[in-house]
């Protein structure tokens, strides 16, 4: 069974630094997507980035960047240049097809919970 | 942003009344989620449809039922709500190879 594993509850960062929010998992599939949302208090998940396991590049969206070690199963989240909007839960996920039912099966992590200092 | 209502936003009930949550999308997405999220356990879900009609459970789908009659329209029942199904209830839509789009929540408190 697929697992994602979150092992940071709680982070905190200056104001303008470069935090990494770290991210495992646990498969036995070659083909797969990784995703990051983040849950700002207003309680909305955003999509943040997206990984596909097939590609080696590592995704970019603006500040925010993945280190994708698939060897590893490891998928960690760096944001640069850290503001204090970027406080938020952030959620790990992984999704794959299955194959069996034609649908799509989605594990989250347990989240971490960012702050932001001023 | 995906098009997703969640109804109602808040909702406060009494022990061993039934409770329905909408879930209203307008992105014509083929598959459906219902979630719960409580601290320390991250999302878990519920129950999804892949298709008008067809749905399946989740992995914690004791106490909820749910029906799609229309491609837009994803209803999810608490029978006889129970304290422990206070929560923050999420749905969520996706197409072919693509992340989930989340509505707003719904938290429902069961006193």
């Known amino acids: 069974a697929q697992t994602v594993t979150q092992s940071q509850p709680e982070m905190s960062v200056q104001e303008a630094e470069t935090v990494t929010l770290s991210c495992t998992y646990d498969?036995?599939?070659?083909?797969?997507?990784l995703f990051w949302y983040k849950q700002p208090p207003s309680r909305q998940m955003i999509l943040v980035i997206r990984?596909?396991?097939?590609?080696?590049q590592n995704a970019t969206e603006n500040r925010f960047s993945v280190n994708f070690q698939k060897a590893a199963k490891s998928f960690s989240l760096k944001i640069s240049d850290s503001q204090l909007g970027d406080t938020a839960m952030y959620f790990c996920?992984?999704?794959?097809?299955?194959?069996?039912?034609?649908?799509?099966?989605?594990?989250f992590g347990t989240g971490t919970r960012l702050k932001v200092l001023a | 942003d995906a098009g997703i209502t969640q109804s109602p936003r808040h909702k406060v009930t009494e022990t061993g009344t039934p409770v329905t949550l909408r879930c209203h999308q307008t992105?014509?997405?083929?598959?459906m989620y219902w979630y719960r999220q409580d601290p320390g356990h991250g999302l878990r879900l519920i129950h999804y449809?892949?298709?008008?009609?067809?749905?399946d459970k989740g992995e914690v789908s004791d106490g909820y039922s749910v029906s799609r009659s229309k491609t837009e329209d994803f209803l999810l029942t608490l029978e006889s709500a129970t304290s422990s199904q206070t929560s923050v209830y999420f749905c969520?839509?996706?197409?072919?190879?693509?992340?989930?789009?989340f509505g707003d929540g719904t938290r429902l408190s069961i006193l």
């Open positions: 498969t036995s599939e070659s083909n797969y997507y």
């Open positions: 449809s892949y298709g008008v009609k067809d749905t």
């Open positions: 996920a992984f999704m794959k097809h299955v194959r069996t039912s034609g649908t799509y099966k989605y594990i």
């Open positions: 992105e014509n997405h083929r598959y």
């Open positions: 990984q596909e396991a097939y590609k080696q």
């Open positions: 969520a839509i996706s197409d072919t190879n693509q992340p989930q789009h």
